[in-house]
């Protein structure tokens, strides 16, 4: 595994293709809605994101006078450094999202999340949820399509731990519209599941898996990074402040960050010029 990684803005590289999906993790990613990837990120890599993470938390708690003790969700965070744009298509993990999705896709969010320690004593139950909105309510079937799925980039250690602002989960719950309780309210969901794994590690999930924060009862900030991958027809849940990167990139890369070459049609009707990445992909794999 990589110990560190370049910023510089190339297009995707080949090594991707020698970390797709194994049949065993797309039985489980099918079977859980989430996948663990340890050592996704050496070291230096992981040490130059928290820098950039604490940057950014920084500033953002300052413009908008936010104490240090308050959890931070901010979204639309690639465009701030370019280690933040080596993710997009990090080696270790892209092969995967391709794998998972296919080639017509995007990143239509990414986010950085910041727990600090709690002092006040945790709610009975944690904010459980599915991602993309709107989607859950408008969609009619049970399950709903997958549509997106998201990759977390854990920069703290919560190996061997359940109370540092753990990432939970309910595995298997994303074949289910709805996520059922103990009738007692003082009861979490008894599946209920902290991600346990050290820093450098990633996680997928599929969008419909029942997932929350956890509460932060240590000593520590924990840290980690999102994007989220979506088919292309979706609305970016962010601004996509990424026009800066654009002429560095190469014509994937673009495909990535939403560059339509033909207007509109090219999210729901796409030319090969609008997804480079569909030919790239079916030349290096017979289409498999």
């Keep these: 595994m990589p110990q560190s990684m370049s910023p510089t803005t190339r297009d995707i ?9 194994i049949p065993e ?3 489980a990613f099918d079977r859980d809605g989430f996948l663990i990837l340890p050592d996704v990120l050496g070291p230096e890599t992981v040490s130059q994101l928290i820098q950039i993470v604490d940057r950014i938390d920084a500033q953002y708690r300052k413009d908008r006078d936010i ?3 308050k959890r931070l969700s901010i979204l639309d965070v690639i465009g701030e450094d370019p280690l933040l744009l080596a993710l997009l298509d990090l080696p270790q993990t892209f092969g995967r999202v391709v794998d998972i999705l296919g080639p017509y896709i995007q990143l239509y969010h990414s986010h950085l999340v910041t727990t600090p320690p709690d002092s006040t004593p ?9 991602d993309s909105g709107r989607l859950n ?4 079937t049970n399950p709903r399509p997958r549509v997106s799925i998201k990759v977390g980039f854990l920069l703290t250690d919560t190996a061997g731990a359940t109370d540092k602002g753990n990432f939970h989960v309910v595995p298997g719950s994303h074949l289910d519209n709805r996520l059922r309780f103990p009738a007692d309210k003082s009861i979490d969901h008894p599946d209920s599941l902290p991600v346990q794994a050290s820093a450098g590690a990633a996680v997928f999930f599929d969008r419909r898996l029942w997932h929350a924060a956890g509460n932060n009862g240590s000593n520590i900030t924990r840290k980690a990074i999102f994007y989220g991958y979506s088919y292309r027809w979706l609305r970016p849940r962010d601004d996509m402040t990424v026009a800066h990167y654009l002429p560095d990139c190469g014509p994937i890369r673009q495909q990535l960050l939403g560059v339509s070459h033909t207007g509109g049609f090219g999210y729901t009707s796409p030319s090969e010029e609008d997804v480079p990445l569909a030919a ?3 030349e290096r794999t017979d289409g498999a």
């Design 25 to 27: 993790e797309r039985i």
């Design 67 to 69: 104490t240090a003790d």
């Design 122 to 130: 945790p709610a009975p139950r944690l904010g459980w949820h599915q």
């Design 137 to 140: 309510a408008d969609l009619e």
């Design 280 to 282: 790239w992909w079916q």
């Design 13 to 21: 590289p080949e090594e991707c293709l020698h970390h797709r999906l």
